[in-house]
């Protein structure tokens, strides 16, 4: 590998454990065994999606994992899972290398119970005060997702929490995620100081991945402008904002938060049960999109990088022309500047 790429992957892969710092994003239903142990093989870091699993199908999931690769991976948590804390105790049973929190931040027990199992902590952070309470908290690296990505995204880009957050945080190593397909801006991501990136888009049309077909053909017919967030018409319900690509359902969620409103207006139903109605739409959609393929009535959560991802590939091909762009962005660089001489 080209020596500058080298030194700037140490700080990532040396905490990752791995060749390149480039992590797997956990993918609900799509980050299970077979994809993680496929980026974890290829030199990256798998994640699985814990998801909705219960702490039964965690453990056989990690299980399984560790059956396909020797190398380190790591499992993604939802905070807001009601079993979070025998989710947590599986990833201690199982000695998984590191735990990624998502959907919150973690409370300081939870971080020390895993690194007192000499686990790493990696959770999300969105603004510079967050990020320096988790690292007081004690968390080994951060996350900065911005919202270009697939799924639940926060308010902000990677191009702003890079320049916000990421001189502001130099205790522990942070990773970025959001709208990275390519190699040549991941490099210039490292040389701003990032440890290493997260992508999650550009993964779901691998060999490896278990998405449904339909699920696939979408994502490489589609453009990045085709990535809209979740469309909110009433500030009473609380919409949690998803990129996805629009489809049917995206259509029929605007409908029926005009039909909920109406009923509210009219004080047919109440303010609560609107809100729920309007919460339950969603339930179930992403299951029915990436493992039944109804693609016009599940959410296809996908970032904007949806736009570079143009054919089938296995993890291996697609992390290594990451590196492989990386690499020649740097001797494209110094060619240009042994020119200029
Ligand atoms: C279909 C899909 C499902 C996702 N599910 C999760 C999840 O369960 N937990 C999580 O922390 N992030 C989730 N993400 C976000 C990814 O882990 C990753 O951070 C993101 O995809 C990176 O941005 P990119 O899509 O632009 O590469 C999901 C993303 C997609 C596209």
Redesign the pocket.
């Known amino acids: 590998m080209n020596k500058k790429l080298k030194q700037l992957f140490f700080k990532g892969a040396n905490f990752l454990g791995v060749e390149f710092p480039i992590m797997g994003?956990?993918?609900?239903w799509?980050s299970e065994s077979s994809l993680v142990s496929a980026t974890s093989n290829a030199g990256g870091f798998g994640v699985i999606?814990a998801?909705s699993m219960n702490r039964d199908q965690l453990q056989k999931e990690i299980i399984v994992t560790k059956s396909k690769t020797t190398k380190p991976f790591g499992v993604?948590l939802?905070l807001l899972h009601p079993e979070i804390e025998s989710l947590i105790e599986a990833c201690v049973d199982n000695k998984v290398d590191l735990v990624?929190f998502?959907?919150g931040f973690p409370k300081l027990r939870q971080i020390q119970k895993l690194k007192k199992n000499k686990i790493k902590t990696v959770c999300f952070a969105t603004t510079v005060s967050i990020a320096q309470k988790m690292v007081n908290y004690g968390v080994d690296a951060l996350i900065l997702?911005g919202n270009?990505?697939?799924?639940?995204i926060g308010p902000v880009s990677i191009n702003v929490l890079v320049q916000e957050i990421l001189p502001q945080i130099v205790e522990v190593p942070v990773f970025v995620?959001?709208?990275?397909?390519r190699g040549e801006i991941f490099l210039k991501y490292l040389e701003l100081g990032a440890a290493g990136c997260?992508?999650?888009?550009?993964l779901?049309c691998s060999n490896e991945s278990i998405a449904h077909q339909n699920f696939k053909e979408i994502f490489i017919k589609s453009e990045a402008r085709n990535c809209q967030i979740s469309v909110r018409l009433d500030k009473r319900f609380p919409v949690i904002p998803v990129r996805a690509i629009e489809n049917k359902a995206s259509e029929k969620f605007i409908e029926e938060q005009k039909r909920v409103i109406n009923l509210l207006d009219k004080s047919s139903i109440s303010l609560k049960e609107a809100q729920l109605q309007v919460e339950h739409f969603w339930a179930g959609s992403?299951k029915k999109a990436?493992i039944d393929g109804d693609i016009d009535n599940g959410s296809l959560?996908?970032?904007?990088?949806v736009s570079l991802v143009k054919k089938m590939q296995s993890v291996k091909e697609i992390i290594n022309e990451i590196v492989k762009q990386a690499e020649k962005q740097i001797s494209n660089e110094k060619r240009v500047s042994n020119e200029k001489k």
Do not use: K
Not at 25 to 28: Q, V
Not at 177 to 181: K, L, V
Not at 198 to 202: L, S
């Open positions: 994003g956990a993918m609900t799509i999606a998801g993604n939802i990624v998502a959907g997702e270009e990505a697939g799924g639940h995620a959001g709208g990275i397909g997260q992508i999650g888009t550009r779901v992403l990436v959560m996908a970032g904007q990088s």
